[in-house]
């Protein structure tokens, strides 16, 4: 069955950097668009970046423009998130979504002083 396993979350300070991995399982990973989403408490899932089976092309948020780098190991079936110049509004829990309708248990980004 389709499994994301997100890891990499924790503490960091503004300006500070992290960074996410999904290990997926279950399906044809290589060919498959994969996203990153957040979800702020009290706010609704919001979309942060997007990549492309062959890792030629990402669109990113607005708000993460220039500060998140998404990238994937096709060969590792691993999607990551490379997060920096963190902000206190980038806290949330953050998932990997792939084929529709499945997503992980989500990694808890807090950013705070």
């Known amino acids: 069955q389709v499994q994301l396993v997100e890891s990499g979350g924790g503490l960091a300070q503004p300006g500070g950097s992290l960074s996410l991995s999904c290990a997926a399982s279950?399906?044809?990973?290589?060919?498959?668009?994969m996203n990153w989403y957040r979800q702020a408490p009290g706010k609704e899932r919001e979309l942060v970046a997007r990549i492309n089976p062959d890792t030629d092309n990402t669109d990113y948020a607005d708000s993460v423009k220039g500060r998140f780098t998404i990238s994937r190991d096709n060969t590792k079936n691993t999607v990551y998130l490379q997060m920096n110049s963190l902000k206190p509004e980038d806290t949330g829990v953050y998932y990997c979504y792939g084929p529709p309708g499945y997503w992980g248990q989500g990694t808890q980004v807090t950013v705070s002083s």
């Open positions: 279950g399906f044809a990973f290589s060919t498959r668009i």
